[in-house]
């Protein structure tokens, strides 16, 4: 218990630590994997596809919390909260949140589709959603896919410990919940902006995704742990990759 107070007592004093390391080393290799596409011909697409880089902002950022959960001794699973007891419930609550948060999504996404084309909204969703498609090497190809594969099933646990977690917690005890659920909620919807492939993607990403994250944000408030949302987090990237 002391021990994760101590975790508790560093991210009241830094909230933002975890979140910028996310959103600078997600920029910063977005750039760098543009440059190289760019330089050898492949893509002048930006920002490039996330398939190729984001695998390693998850293992950066896997990196870091497990060197600072290491520092203070804490358990990661004692802080997502996921006990062998509470497994069934913790996947049916999952479920349920699932379609809780699905729906703020889906009404923000159509409103912002609507505002931008009107009724002709549904003939550019192809336009939207689409992905920069660079020509890469099979070799290459196979091992991303691979390290995604490997990945995807980190990436919810590390965004839940980052923006509902770290972020909310942190921010909750100096603000309160409302400033605390809805900056993380911005935040998290301008680090998806970047898996659109132009501005106006970006828009529809932001909106849906700060949608998704206020959700998010008020659920795990109100039910105290992160386990629930971190299953149905899994579900939505699953639904996303496909």
């Not at 959700?215 to 105290?224: C, D, E, F, L, N």
Request: with cysteine.
């Amino acid at each position: 218990m002391e021990v994760m107070m101590d975790i508790f007592a560093r991210q009241q004093a830094k909230p933002f630590f975890l979140v910028l390391i996310r959103l600078v080393v997600m920029a910063a290799l977005a750039l760098a994997t543009y440059g190289v596409l760019r330089v050898t011909g492949i893509s002048r697409d930006f920002p490039p596809t996330d398939i190729i880089y984001f695998p390693f902002v998850t293992i950066i950022c896997g990196v870091v919390i497990w060197r600072t959960f290491r520092q203070y001794n804490a358990s990661f699973w004692a802080y997502l909260g996921f006990e062998r007891h509470r497994i069934g419930k913790d996947i049916a609550w999952g479920l349920l949140w699932l379609v809780v948060t699905y729906i703020p999504l889906i009404i923000t996404l159509m409103g912002a589709m609507y505002l931008m084309f009107g009724a002709d909204m549904f003939n550019h969703f192809e336009q939207i959603f689409s992905k920069s498609s660079p020509q890469l090497p099979g070799g290459v190809i196979a091992t991303i896919s691979i390290l995604s594969a490997i990945m995807f099933l980190a990436n919810a646990p590390i965004e839940e410990i980052i923006y509902r977690g770290w972020l909310q917690t942190g921010l909750t005890h100096r603000y309160g919940a409302v400033v605390a659920i809805i900056v993380q909620g911005l935040l998290f919807g301008l680090q998806h902006t970047m898996f659109a492939i132009d501005v106006r993607g970006m828009v529809v990403y932001g909106f849906a995704f700060f949608a998704w994250g206020v959700t998010a944000g008020i659920i795990v408030h109100k039910q105290r742990r992160l386990a629930p949302m971190v299953i149905a987090h899994w579900i939505v990237n699953l639904a996303f990759l496909g």
